[in-house]
DNA sequence: CAAAACATACATCCATGCATGTATAATGCG
DNA sequence: CGCATTATACATGCATGGATGTATGTTTTG
């Protein structure tokens, strides 16, 4: 029955895109007819081609529907509610990121990018990854040279280097988790990492009498594992 | 004209292999079809047939070319030409590494690998890459321990947790690479980022007189390295 | 009444798999 | 050692299916 309220075809745009997201995860973008992913919306290819010109204009759309939220998150990183130091934040805002990636959507749609669809022409996932990768890295060098300029860094290293180094290292946090989301926690795995991570960088010579005594920040960094809940614990201290 | 000699039934197998690599990297492995491979080859589908099953098989194949000198370079990781420190071994192993990485078939191999390949029932290149992953941590594993009991670490690191700080960065820092291989050079980004990483861990509590004292180390580069004589440079075919 | 929001039908293309052809190198045999 | 045979190393042709794009039909809503 055609021709549904304004309402309904929002809804099945959505369905659309979400069917997407569950086919190109299951068979690869490559492998994934639009045959498929129109059955697992409940609807034909005739609404795929209503609603998008082909399948790289669905797949362009469903990147889309993840970045804005996603650059939402970037951008709100200097953004803290209490005036913690500069590599706290950045601190604080990495994890948020690990955990929103540990979102069923963000999961999916991050799979497919990393090892469920191929560059081409107009299917093109890297210029996005390229994309946000440099406005990330953007945003977090600022913040490193604050840092610097405050005397958090140790000073053997600058704050380009430790962007760098930071970047690297969660990049690879991220892939070595896409390797088998199923092996590890990525937020909890994340949160030691980052620990012990700032705990290298940061500057030991504490003159730091500008930001509050802060008693000891890694409480438990010989005492890797944390109590045992283990499950994503994400209502701690983080606003939703 | 069928039937030729061995030798050459093996050089259009190599140069099957060839334009696999080269054709799989231009358009992607699914849009990539078995005619273009052939053609690019010189010989026709039915070569590919009788050489392969199909498209899966010759994709293992072509990892497979590069899978068996790779792993020789993981290997050869303890083997040092100097009794150096532990640290030193490992950093200048994995430089080696980066330095592959960066010869045209392992960049080729390797980008088809990270962005021109989909996950899929017979096609998987996260099971090698994860493989890879694991003997590859396994090896430098054993590594770190070994410089934890020297005492070469800072003691507020264990073993576990630097070669995970130490994978991440490593594979982070590829991916990246990945994203634009004109970008920069892995070679000698890695190099001056992995002399940071391990300026980082490195005890500096220097009692260590065991190992020859080494002047400053950071941002430091001397010899590149070994002319290395390039190894097994044998696939050189393409008839025509 | 016109356009939106699809469903249906149709034509086209092309990659795959296999079957078959074929000429030559390798091999066995007398 | 010559020769027939056979397996080899492909080339060619055919059949198939499945995906794409588009054209057209069908309601219902605004």
Redesign the interface.
């Known amino acids: 029955m055609p021709r549904r309220t304004r309402e309904e075809a929002e809804a099945t745009r959505e369905a659309l895109l979400d069917a997407a997201e569950l086919v190109f995860h299951e ?5 994934a007819s639009l045959q498929e992913i129109a059955r697992a919306a409940g609807v034909t290819r005739g609404a795929v081609y209503w609603h998008f010109r082909d399948k790289a204009d669905l797949f362009r759309a469903m990147l889309e529907r993840i970045r804005m939220p996603f650059e939402e998150l970037v951008e709100a990183l200097p953004a803290s509610d209490r005036p913690r130091s500069v590599l706290e934040t950045i601190r604080l805002a990495s994890l948020l990121a690990l955990e929103r990636m540990e979102e069923p959507r963000f999961k999916r749609v991050h799979g497919i990018l990393i ?6 022409d107009d299917i093109d ?2 210029s996005m ?2 994309e946000m ?1 440099l406005t990330a890295s953007a945003n977090t060098l600022e913040q490193f040279r604050q840092a610097e300029r405050d005397g958090e860094l ?1 000073p ?2 600058d704050a380009e ?1 430790a962007n ?2 930071f ?7 991220v ?2 988790w896409h ?2 989301t199923d092996a590890f926690s990525l937020a909890s795995s994340g949160r ?2 980052l620990n ?2 700032f ?3 940061e500057n030991t010579d504490s003159q730091q009498s500008l930001t509050q005594p802060e008693p000891q920040r890694h409480g438990q ?2 005492e ?1 594992h944390a109590p045992g809940h283990q499950g994503r614990g994400q209502g701690r201290s983080q606003p939703r």
Do not use: N, Q, Y
Not at 115 to 120: K, W
């Open positions: 068979k690869g973008v490559a492998r090892h469920r669809c191929e560059i081409f996932p890297v990854m390229r990768a140790r053997e290293i280097t760098r180094l970047h690297c290292t969660l990049r690879g946090l892939h070595s390797l088998d030691e990492l012990h991570w705990g290298l960088i960094r010989r890797h």
